[in-house]
């Protein structure tokens, strides 16, 4: 969809071109062309004829018509909301502007088309600046908005902002960042680092206001409305799904990769120009809440030579003004005063609307806060405000100051605040968490510190018993760590492994692929939603009011599950029995079908089961001819299908899981057809009429890399979530179901919690635990319950070592939810309680022997079941550890030697073959590094677990790692 004024000038003049290339009678009766965009954002044309061959208004109007006409995703769209209006040899008009066409250059390649933007004369700016100034606009959304404002810049205006941001997202608010900062706009580099150069491809605040959004019909408004999430923010949905990024404008040519400052000055012009920008902001929050549904909108912003300051700060619930004593930032005070704090009475306090922080605030050489800078910061508030408001005291609490961090510009260049953010790596990262607690508990209340005390003494064995006993019941998974059969029990339902976040971005219907690491929890999130099961419907309507989703409560999105295990087994059974079948798979059309049949038979009342599937399969198969390909005719009308879905007020998705079954050959996944699947519902999103037909399509990570799709980028950004599982995350799973097998644990940690404001809760209908994915949680937690050994650096970092599956994504450590829920489930059921006072289980010593007979238990059923050949060598390098003690100290033996061990025994007649085998699969068994897309059987079952075979085999890598003596 054309959005920005660059695109729109692109594909006007490509449009252009064409039509010369293609119509003689215009380059016949044409002189000259003038296209002039007024300082309003209007395309107007001056057309001038050859005297002797005039054009008619039927021709212009019709050439006008087809320069506005673009293809997209093979139908036709127009983006006429941007014509102005035209002219046909009007000698005034060139009168007006002929001094511009004798001056001005033509269009590339049109010697007779000439391009002229409207100029912008400054006395023009000052009188509509005083008069959008005067026009107040309020904001009635419910969307708490905030405003960070300062005179000048380099004073960490929009680090407070983004961290505000991040630290409201970790409460599980949805928050939409924009940055206003329309002369030094960066917010976007500053958040994402040198990662934040992809943000100049973005439209952005600036091009919404230039936008004319509210000329659009109520049809075009709507189709709008479906692609202004994908083109005007920036979501990272794997690490920040609650945070939306609006930058400022789109700067970079997408054609050719450069950043165009003239079209930022252009654009800067026009809006201080534009009438009626303070109604535009309020269309954008209005357009927020609608599609969005924000908590919090956060703008970055400051006053400089626009109005744009003044407007947002009549739309704010909350200020935040920075910056330092001086007498430039005195007068950037005064014009926050003056429109800022004309809302500020709020109960009977003055300023809890309101903060002032000192930033960046001297320190000295012991890094302590220079007092005589903060008093003179304290008196330049005071004193301004006494003279406009009458008001002698701001309270001490509503004055903050930030130190002086020498590196943090260097890291934010770097890395970007938000992995600063995430790594904890401020030095005074107290003083903005202070900040943002403020901000929270101002517009929140009270009731949301969850600050409370208590003397009452905690009974740690009562504890311990009351989980071990309800533990026994109900443990905490399978002993095969499977957790799909986790899913069978009710119970389960609402105590499964998957974080609320993560419900929270595949119930999107803008989300169709949730892709993850095997053993990520994908299968799991596909059967906790499946239509059939008892608890869905309970856990749907929960996460509705949780999150506040716009559905219908009675009428909740039905999950029908599409392919399944059994399905992709008959499948491949029938490739490999009919090999022309690979023809029709590779076709949209094959899945279309299938897709589309499956949603007929479930609203003709037909029970979705396996039964169902093989049959549609079996007849879409029969009518292939004997070349393999699909009779022609036979196809679904996708637009009836969505109209008879409206029509029953059904909200359906369909689910298709184990597509990694499917082969094309002999132990080769058939990536072609899977990817036709992945482009039909793509495709689909980018149509609009068709948002009832609904998919999620759960596939391994690195089979959607090798996708040669070339919109896989646009898929994984716009239309994907990620599941991943840093170590935060996995312990608050583990916490999470821990506390449902004690009412006395969950009442225990959630008022120890509460002592720190951080917020443990229960849904009392359903059951579900939200437990805060954040570090300061997850540290307190695990000190509060495996005690002060496990907390150590060393201790903990070999907790982490236990759990890591060895794989790293954006510089931080992936773990292995399955593996972590089986090895926890047997540690907690064996390990003994702690000391009084000390903790609730004793897990350090149990995790060590678990671990070394897991490893053992891996490798002799799983390994060997399936390598046979390997287990005389293994057992052979096993001896060698134990007879070369000087290089194989303790039983372990260390990479490097097990290498040139297995150089040595090559030349030994009878391991020759065996040796040569195991030396293929170095790489598979954790020897060595693996590539990132290489899978075989054995790495499916390997892949996660690199540290198992090191422990099995005593292969040293870190001192954490136990050895296996037997």
């Known amino acids: 969809m054309i959005v920005t004024l660059e695109e729109v000038k692109d594909k006007l003049l490509e449009n252009i071109r064409d039509s010369f290339t293609k119509e003689n009678t215009l380059d016949n009766k044409l002189e000259k062309l003038l296209i002039i965009r007024d300082s309003l954002c209007k395309i107007n044309f001056a057309f001038f004829s050859y005297s002797k061959n005039t054009l008619t208004p039927e021709e212009v109007k019709e050439i006008i018509t087809s320069w506005f006409t673009y293809t997209f995703t093979d139908q036709s769209e127009t983006f006429d909301e941007w014509l102005g209006g035209y002219f046909i040899d009007d000698s005034e008009i060139y009168d007006l502007f002929k001094e511009a066409i004798q001056l001005g250059k033509t269009v590339a390649h049109l010697d007779k088309v000439y391009w002229h933007e409207e100029a912008l004369h400054l006395e023009d700016w000052k009188a509509l600046q005083k008069r959008n100034l005067q026009n107040q606009v309020e904001n009635n959304g419910s969307a708490k908005v905030i405003s960070f404002y300062s005179y000048k810049g380099g004073v960490g205006r929009t680090t407070l902002c983004a961290i505000t941001a991040l630290e409201l997202a970790q409460r599980d608010k949805k928050v939409v960042v924009i940055d206003a900062d329309i002369e030094a706009p960066g917010l976007a580099f500053q958040f994402f680092g040198k990662e934040g150069k992809a943000s100049y491809q973005y439209s952005g605040f600036l091009d919404f206001l230039l936008y004319p959004y509210e000329q659009l019909s109520p049809t075009q408004q709507e189709r709008f409305n479906l692609f202004f999430q994908t083109e005007f923010f920036i979501q990272n949905r794997s690490d920040s799904p609650h945070i939306y990024l609006m930058p400022v404008a789109q700067f970079q040519n997408t054609d050719t990769d450069l950043i165009e400052a003239s079209n930022y000055e252009q654009k800067i012009s026009r809006v201080n120009y534009l009438q009626g920008t303070g109604e535009k902001v309020k269309i954008l929050l209005q357009l927020l809440e609608k599609t969005i549904a924000p908590d919090y909108v956060i703008f970055d912003l400051r006053t400089g030579i626009t109005d744009i300051g003044g407007i947002l700060a009549n739309l704010s619930d909350f200020y935040c003004f920075v910056g330092y004593p001086d007498s430039q930032n005195r007068l950037g005070l005064s014009f926050f005063a003056e429109h800022a704090l004309k809302t500020k009475e709020i109960e009977d306090t003055a300023f809890s609307n309101t903060i002032f922080v000192h930033s960046p605030a001297p320190v000295d050489d012991r890094k302590v806060l220079l007092s005589l800078e903060k008093d003179a910061f304290v008196k330049m508030v005071r004193d301004l405000l006494a003279v406009r408001w009458n008001e002698e005291v701001v309270e001490e609490e509503f004055l903050l100051q930030v130190p002086y961090q020498s590196n943090l510009g260097a890291l934010i260049r770097e890395d970007g605040i938000k992995e600063i953010y995430k790594r904890g790596r401020l030095e005074y990262f107290e003083y903005y968490k202070k900040i943002a607690e403020k901000i929270f508990l101002a517009l929140e209340g009270e009731s949301h510190s969850a600050k409370t005390k208590s003397s009452t003494k905690v009974n740690f064995e009562k504890i311990f018993e009351e989980y071990k006993e309800k533990s026994r019941n109900s443990p905490l998974t399978s002993e095969s760590a499977d957790a799909e059969n986790d899913l069978n029990e009710p119970q389960k339902m609402v105590d499964n492994f998957q974080p609320l976040h993560d419900y929270k971005e595949i119930l999107k219907d803008e989300i169709f692929l949730i892709i993850g690491e095997k053993g990520a929890g994908k299968s799991a999130l596909e059967q906790i939603f499946d239509h059939s099961k008892d608890k869905t419907t309970e856990l749907i309507n929960f996460l509705i009011k949780k999150f506040d989703i716009n559905w219908d409560m009675m009428n909740p999105p039905l999950w029908l599950t599409a392919t399944d295990k059994p399905l992709m087994s008959e499948l491949t059974n029938k490739i490999q029995g009919n090999p022309s079948l690979k023809k029709p798979l590779k076709t949209s059309t094959f899945w279309e079908i299938y897709s589309f049949t499956l949603i007929e038979a479930y609203l003709e009342g037909k029970p979705i089961n396996h039964e169902t599937r093989e049959n549609i399969l079996n007849t879409i198969i029969s009518k292939c001819n004997q070349n393999g390909q699909l009779i022609a005719g036979e196809t679904v009308n996708k637009k009836d299908l969505h109209d008879k879905i409206v029509s029953q007020r059904k909200h359906i998705v369909l689910t298709y899981d184990y597509l990694d079954i499917l082969e094309s050959d002999q132990n080769t996944i058939f990536l072609e057809s899977i990817e036709e699947l992945v482009k039909i519902w793509y495709f689909l999103k980018l149509t609009p009429g068709f948002n009832s037909l609904n998919a ?54 959630k008022e120890e919690l509460a002592k720190q404001n951080i917020l443990l809760q229960k849904d009392e209908k359903t059951g579900m635990i939200v437990f805060p994915e954040k570090s300061e949680a997850i540290n307190t937690t695990l000190l509060l319950l495996f005690g002060e050994k496990i907390t150590q650096s060393s201790s903990l970092a070999f907790f982490e070592r236990y759990l890591w599956n060895g794989k790293i994504t954006q510089n931080r450590k992936q773990y292995n939810v399955r593996f972590m829920l089986q090895l926890m489930n047997r540690v907690l059921k064996e390990c003994r309680p702690l000391l009084p006072e000390k903790g609730v289980f004793d897990v350090y010593t149990t995790m060590k022997d678990i671990y070394c007979q897991i490893a053992t238990d891996w490798v002799k059923e799983e390994v060997f079941a399936m390598h046979p050949e390997l287990k005389p060598l293994i057992k052979k390098i096993k001896a060698k550890a134990r007879s070369e003690p000087n290089k194989f100290k303790s039983g372990r033996i260390k990479a490097t030697y097990l290498k040139q061990y297995l150089q040595a025994v090559e030349f030994q007649k009878d391991d020759a073959k065996l040796v040569e085998h195991i030396r293929q699969l170095e790489e598979l068994i954790g020897f060595i590094q693996k590539f990132k897309y290489d899978y075989d059987e054995f790495d499916k079952l390997e892949f996660y677990f690199p540290e198992l075979f090191r422990a099995y085999l005593g292969i040293r890598k870190v001192n954490s790692l136990p050895p296996c003596q037997n």
Request: positive net charge.
């Open 696 to 749: 999620k399509i759960f596939l391994r990570d690195d089979l959607f890399g090798q996708f040669k799709f070339t919109d896989k980028g646009k898929i994984r950004g716009n239309h994907a979530y990620f599941i991943s599982w840093d170590f935060d995350k996995l312990m608050a799973v583990l916490f999470k179901r821990i506390c449902s097998r004690s009412d006395s644990l969950f009442s225990y940690l």
